[in-house]
């Protein structure tokens, strides 16, 4: 049978973009993987290597033009995306607009303008020029348009900042990181600029830093009376400095956990103002002198949290004055044995290394410290003046009850709380602490005891709507996929503005209950197959895959979900299973995908996963379509292209 026109249009175009490359004779698999990439075709090297070895029929390394035309259509023409276009396509060559305009009516639920739409689709994706001047759309426009960024699962509006960011700073979600200068473990791990520079490049909106005296009056960053290294403060600032606004415009807040005699911690004050300059919050807001700013009034801003001596009205009234040498007397009530752990540095004397104990003992004489009471130990503290002024709407308050917070505790004035405790206290008290965190910016770390940098689950803290809920960035797995996940959301600024239900002062949210009035949705998921999925270092070239979908969000929404084992393959394995999910609460759900190969005696190895927030995924009110979701490796790099391929129907 005779070529068709279409047929001849693109062979021509085929071979004018591939013809050159094969001038010289064969070639092999280096110079195929170029010439796949230059037709803007991607593909995993190690797919398409063992694709070229099946396909050299002679066995040398090297292949014809006609040999690559096949390799070329089993990477791009892949099976369940032909049976989609052939559905739709009347000669099974090409989709006139007509069929593009019916197949994203019925398919992926583009109602409004959908022939404008159809036009941009065919201008933007088609490369056969004769195909697209006849506004129609070849197998290959198809397949670049479903490989494109329209298609996947994560919505375009969410990509950028669409939430409204004028309300006060309490009523966000704020990307926090906990001992950020750490790359590994809590004790004996590396300090390393890169723990500031990866944090704020992933969004990370609270950073924290441990200060202690250094030598020659240089202030020292590290986790103390440990043997991590040190950093010195000017360098950690310098590079925070640098990379502070890279990612996201909206502030950032420096978490310090002082441990510097008075004379350091004006070296530090005077670092930071140096470095930051304007950028330095270090007087109240004119709109605001009583309330929290919002994250749009504090754009470009750095602010600082830490203890504060005096009012906002004194530190004002103190501007132009001289600092140098002037000192205020912080008191607290210190953890006692009845209380839940703290940092390493707030232990009793007798769990510290040995010799550690006469350092600390210097530190707490230069820093004025009195312990008495063999019950209650009241801790007081020399603050600079010069380092307590930059401190305006973020001053760090010990958390002693809610009772104590309602009637005592100032809008500027935040809490930390270990997570042992904050987990008590969402059990016991949920009502009270969702109370709280909607008036009050509440953070909360990880317990001491997790000396190895692990994490704790962030999403039953988000759930009560604590503000930053600091995680070891370090240390990938399921909590920095949450975390991840859920800071894709609003252009990945590390600010997502808290659910009406976690902001209203008359609401009666409690996620442990089954929810009332909330609007629930239900989302149909059928899985289709895998697309160049990762290859496991420690296993075959054709594994047997499975993926697990993984709802996360108050505990009724909590569901886990798993596929069949696919056997023997990573390039293409075809599920075709269907799976749902009723989710009560989507405004806090994240939905996880998970790819594994399957063990018998070693267990399953992790290939790939992608998490997102459930509402970043829909379109209005409904949504009905094909998408490509994206995998990500375990430490949260792109392996792009591998990617799950499914259809999605999701109601509310």
């Not at 052939?86 to 639920?109: K, M, P, V, W």
């Not at 070239?541 to 979908?549: G, H, M, R, W």
Request: hydrophobic share 35%; charged share 25%; net charge neutral.
């Amino acid at each position: 049978m005779a070529p068709t026109g279409h047929e001849k249009s693109e062979m021509r175009w085929f071979l004018s973009k591939i013809q050159d490359a094969f001038r010289g004779g064969k070639i092999n698999v280096e110079k195929t993987y170029k010439l796949l990439e230059k037709l803007h075709i991607q593909c995993n090297y190690v797919h398409v290597k063992h694709i070229f070895k099946d396909n050299d029929r002679q066995k040398q390394g090297k292949i014809t033009i006609e040999e690559f035309r096949s390799i070329y259509r089993i990477i791009a023409h892949r099976e369940e995306i032909v049976e989609i276009f052939n559905a739709y396509s009347a000669n099974r060559r090409i989709l006139f607009e007509s069929n593009l305009i019916q197949f994203l009516t019925q398919e992926q639920y583009e109602t409004e303008t959908t022939k404008n739409i159809a036009s941009e689709i065919i201008q933007k994706y088609e490369p056969i020029d004769e195909v697209k001047k006849a506004h129609q759309l070849s197998l290959e426009g198809f397949t670049r348009y479903i490989y494109s960024s329209e298609c996947l699962l994560f919505k375009q509006e969410c990509t950028r900042v669409y939430q409204d960011m004028t309300y006060p700073l309490n009523d966000y979600f704020i990307s926090s990181s906990h001992n950020t200068y750490l790359v590994s473990d809590q004790l004996v791990g590396r300090s390393d600029l890169w723990g500031y520079v990866s944090a704020l490049v992933k969004g990370c909106r609270c950073l924290e830093i441990d200060c202690w005296d250094g030598s020659q009056a240089e202030p020292v960053v590290y986790h103390g009376y440990t043997l991590t290294s040190k950093l010195l403060f000017k360098t950690v600032i310098q590079a925070i400095h640098k990379y502070a606004f890279m990612t996201s415009e909206y502030p950032v807040v420096l978490s310090l956990e002082n441990h510097c005699s008075t004379a350091q911690q004006e070296v530090m004050a005077a670092i930071l103002q140096t470095t930051f300059g304007d950028s330095l919050l270090s007087d109240i807001l004119d709109d605001f002198p009583d309330s929290l700013p919002s994250p749009e009034a504090l754009k470009f801003k750095v602010l600082v949290k830490n203890k504060k001596i005096g009012t906002l009205k004194e530190t004002h009234e103190r501007i132009g004055s001289d600092k140098h040498g002037k000192v205020g007397m912080w008191e607290e009530e210190a953890e006692t044995e009845d209380e839940e752990e703290s940092k390493t540095e707030e232990t009793d004397d007798s769990s510290l290394p040995r010799d550690s104990q006469g350092r600390e003992t210097e530190t707490k004489k230069a820093l004025g410290i009195t312990l008495f009471s063999n019950k209650k130990k009241i801790r007081k503290l020399k603050i600079a003046l010069a380092l307590s002024d930059l401190v305006i709407y973020t001053k760090a308050e010990k958390f002693r009850s809610f009772q104590y917070s309602r009637q005592n505790q100032q809008f500027n004035e935040n809490n930390s709380i270990g997570e042992t405790q904050a987990r008590k206290l969402s059990k016991l008290r949920v009502n009270e602490f969702i109370f709280h965190t909607r008036k009050f910016i509440t953070r909360i770390y990880p317990k001491a005891t997790r000396t190895d940098s692990s994490n704790f689950n962030p999403q039953e803290f988000w759930n009560i709507g604590c503000q930053m809920v600091a995680l070891n960035f370090q240390t990938p797995g399921l909590p920095m996929d949450l975390q991840n996940g859920k800071f894709l959301d609003n252009g990945g600024s590390g600010y997502i503005l808290k659910p009406q239900f976690l902001r209203d002062t008359k609401s009666q949210f409690n996620p442990n209950d089954s929810i009332k009035d909330n609007d629930p949705i239900a989302i149909t998921i059928r899985l289709i197959s895998g697309i160049q999925l990762p290859v496991s270092s420690s296993s075959s070239y054709k594994p047997d895959s499975l993926v697990i979908i993984e709802v996360f969000g108050v505990p009724n929404d909590r569901i886990k979900r798993q596929t069949r084992v696919v056997k023997k393959n990573a390039f293409s394995p075809r599920w075709n299973e269907t799976f749902t999910f009723i989710i009560q609460v989507p405004e806090l759900a994240l939905l996880r995908f998970v790819v594994e190969t399957s063990g018998l005696i070693a267990g399953n190895e992790f290939l790939g996963q992608y998490t997102l927030p459930v509402l970043c995924m829909s379109k209005g009110n409904f949504l009905k379509s094909y998408r490509r979701v994206p995998l990500f490796s375990r430490t949260g790099e792109s392996l792009e292209p591998a990617s799950l391929f499914m259809y999605v129907w999701y109601v509310r």
